[in-house]
């Protein structure tokens, strides 16, 4: 069974940090892609981040850029997104995904994981 587990979301105030953990499982990870995609209320959702461990690719959304950092620890089937200097607007559940590489960074996610909440306050 494939399965995404995401943690680290909580409430946080503007220009703190949070840590976001991707675990997987039921699928050959170093045959993927992983990546972050946020929903805010309202909002469509939108790529943040990813990485492929395989084609030592990493992408960044013009807003991460400089704040978030991707990285992954393919030991643990694990990928982690840093998020520092936090925007009230960062608000959104944050969502996983692995899909193929093929297209990199335009990935087709085949599998996503169920989000976690990530709240900042002004």
């Known amino acids: 069974e494939v399965q995404l587990v995401e943690s680290g979301g909580g409430l946080v105030q503007a220009g703190g940090s949070l840590r976001l953990s991707c675990a997987a499982s039921g699928f050959t990870f170093d045959d993927y892609a992983i990546g972050w995609i946020r929903q805010a209320p309202g909002k469509e959702r939108e790529g943040v981040s990813c990485?492929?461990?395989?084609?030592?690719?990493?992408y960044y959304a013009e807003f991460a850029e400089g704040r978030f950092i991707i990285t992954s620890d393919d030991a643990k089937n694990t990928v982690y997104l840093q998020m520092n200097s936090l925007k009230p607007e960062d608000t959104a559940v944050y969502y996983c995904a692995a899909g193929r590489p093929t297209g990199f960074p335009a990935i087709r996610y085949d599998y996503w994981g169920q989000g976690t909440q990530v709240t900042v306050s002004s």
């Open positions: 990485i492929s461990s395989s084609e030592g690719s990493i």
